[in-house]
Each structure stands twice: as structure tokens, then as C-alpha cells.
């Protein structure tokens, strides 16, 4: 009988090794109503020089180590805000690592309003790579809800002016912010998908203590989402970026350090990201089992999607059985799925 051969359907993603420099707060404007970059990174506010010391002396340490490459990127704050020429000397600081190969390249983070065409062009020339957006939403809604302070068609044109200055570009997505509504989140998955990002990142939203948005919860007039329409959205997103060829470098925020007991609500769960990574990749499967036009008697699974198949738990185990698909017809394989 005919066999059925497939890949995963996750895009080639960067393997490189990267460092992150945390900046939090460093140059925003003003605070978000969900933000509270100390907790999310676990990084106490320092002033810029004293980070830029940090960063000498680790560079210093990997060189004198020989340690293996990798990519720098600037992270919880808006990088290219920052004041008195602060991102050109952090870039300047990588140029001798960039030309004795220890530095493969360098990123930052910053907000869509806080971009423009020759500032991006003096960066690149200075080492910078990509630029990864806090879009947040598209939504001009759920923007305001959450004041951002800018629009969604800001937004766009942030991702533009990116684009323009030839820089690789970031989208970090954050759905159910305040202003949430039913599709919201999946009509900015697709505006993502159109733009077709370098990489993208969904933080579904938190409710920490600490801020705006907890005084909001507190006073019922923000719901959060929960563990399993977090884990639903995020898979649906994941498959409709994934057919775009946008691979998604981070699904939750990281579990920092004095993080969790910050969380008052919000879909917080450790294994939020590999949750939703086996139930796209069921999807795909799903799928691809549908053109046999027969149940499937087994599959070749490649040794990369072994930790994810099942499901936490084997969670998606019946899910499985109903395609045909069991523990005793499931076995190793190549680097390609095959259902036979």
C-alpha cells in the first residue's frame, strides 16, 4: 500500500546561540498597563553604563573562555529610545567580537512608534540585524485598552520602516489584552502572517501584581484568558504562521525568577509552549492522514518530534488511537514523517 512522506511543519529556524541583555524599561515612554519588565526578565532597572559594563566584561570572559558564537540581543526595554546615543555605544561594544567571530550578530527590542528610517540605517551600519517589534495587537481597541499610545496602522508602518532599512524583522504578539474580543487575536496572526516577519513571539497576556492591568482584574473589568484557549489560539496561530514560513521563537513569557509569585492570573503554565506545539503538529498529522484516504496501520516518527507527538502526559493519545495511530504502530524513523 502507498506510503504518505512529510515534514514538519515548523520553517527552518536560527539554531545560533543567543545572549540577551536586558534593559528593562530603558527608554519607554511611559508603562503599559500588563508591563512589568523587572518580573519578566528577571532583571532589576540599571543604568545604561552599568549595563554596558556587564556586557564588556561577559564579552571579555567568553573571549578569553573561547567560547562557542552567538548572537547578542537587547531586551526589555525600547531599545532604540534609549537616550544620549546609548544604542550606537552597546553596538559599538560588539564591533572587535563581531570581527573575531565570537559575535554572530545582534538584535533589540523596541515599540512600533519608537522607529524611524535613518535612525535604523545609522544601527544597521553600526552591527544591528533585526529588529523585533512590540506590536502587541493591530487592534487600535485593544491598543488603547492597554495604552500603548499608538495605532494599528503605526503598527504596520513600524514594520515598514523596518523593511526599509533592510534589517531583519520581529513581531512579538501579546493576545487578550484588555480590549479582547472573540478573533481578535487570529486577525492578528493573519496581518503577521502577511507581513511575513523573520520570527515572531506570542506572550498570551499575564495579570501581574504590580500593575494597571491587576487593578483592572481586581475590579472585574478584565478577564483573562485561560490554560486551554491559551493552548487552542496558540496552535491555530502556530499553524497559520507556520504555513507562512514565519518560525515562532517563543510561545509564554520565560519562567523567570520571582515571576510566578507574581502572577495573579493569566495562562502562566511552564509547558504552555510545547502544549501548543503538540496540538499543531496533531493538526498537521490530522491532516496529512486524511490524504491516504484510509486509516492509516502506522508511522515513521523523525527522532525531533518524539518529545512533542504525544502531547505532555500523552495527552493527545486518544486523539491519536481515533486516527489509528498507537504506541505499537508508532515507531522511530528519519528525519521525515511517514504514515504507511
Known amino acids: 500500500m502507498p506510503k504518505l512522506a512529510f ?33 519578566q526578565t528577571g532583571a532589576e532597572p540599571a543604568a545604561p553604563g552599568d549595563v ?26 525600547t531599545f532604540t529610545a534609549l537616550p544620549d546615543g546609548w544604542p550606537g555605544r552597546f553596538l559599538d561594544l560588539l564591533r572587535p567580537y563581531r570581527a573575531a567571530g565570537l559575535v554572530l550578530g545582534a538584535r533589540c527590542s523596541t515599540r512600533p512608534d519608537a522607529v524611524s528610517l535613518d535612525g535604523l540605517l545609522d544601527l544597521k551600519a553600526r552591527g544591528l540585524d533585526l529588529v523585533e517589534l512590540g506590536i502587541q495587537s493591530f487592534d487600535d481597541g485593544a491598543l488603547a485598552a492597554s495604552g500603548r499610545g499608538y495605532s494599528g496602522a503605526m503598527a504596520l508602518e513600524g514594520c515598514g520602516i523596518v523593511r526599509a532599512a533592510g534589517l531583519g524583522l520581529g513581531v512579538q504578539l501579546l493576545p487578550g489584552l484588555p480590549g479582547d474580543r472573540p478573533g481578535l487575536f487570529r486577525r492578528d496572526v493573519a496581518v503577521t502572517a502577511r507581513l511575513r516577519p523573520d520570527c515572531a513571539r506570542l506572550y498570551p497576556c499575564l495579570v501581574l501584581e504590580g500593575t494597571g492591568l491587576a487593578r483592572l482584574w481586581r475590579r472585574g473589568e478584565y478577564a ?8 487552542a489560539e496558540l496552535s491555530v496561530a502556530l499553524t497559520r504562521l507556520w504555513r507562512a514560513g514565519v518560525p515562532v521563537i517563543r510561545l509564554g513569557v520565560a519562567p523567570e525568577a520571582g515571576l510566578s509569585v507574581r502572577i495573579l492570573a493569566g495562562p502562566a503554565h511552564p509547558a504552555l509552549g510545547q502544549q501548543a506545539r503538540s496540538l499543531a503538529l496533531w493538526d498537521h498529522v490530522r491532516r496529512m492522514a486524511a490524504r491516504l484516504g484510509r486509516a492509516p496501520r502506522g508511522l515513521l516518527l523523525p527522532p525531533r518530534a518524539t518529545g512533542e507527538f504525544w502531547g505532555q502526559r500523552r495527552s493527545l493519545a486518544r486523539a491519536y488511537a481515533r486516527l489509528g495511530l498507537r504506541a505499537d504502530n508508532v515507531r522511530p524513523g528519519g528525519p521525515d514523517f511517514v504514515l504507511e
Open 7 to 39: 515534514s514538519h511543519p515548523e520553517p527552518p529556524r536560527s539554531r545560533r546561540r543567543l545572549w540577551p541583555v536586558f534593559l528593562p524599561q530603558a527608554g519607554c515612554p511611559h508603562r503599559c498597563l500588563f508591563c512589568d519588565q523587572s518580573a
Open 52 to 77: 554596558l559594563e556587564t556586557l564588556a566584561r561577559r564579552l571579555e570572559n567568553a573571549a578569553a573562555r573561547g567560547e562557542e558564537p552567538f548572537e547578542v540581543g537587547f531586551y526589555g526595554g
Open 224 to 231: 483573562a484568558w485561560s490554560g486551554g484557549r491559551a493552548r
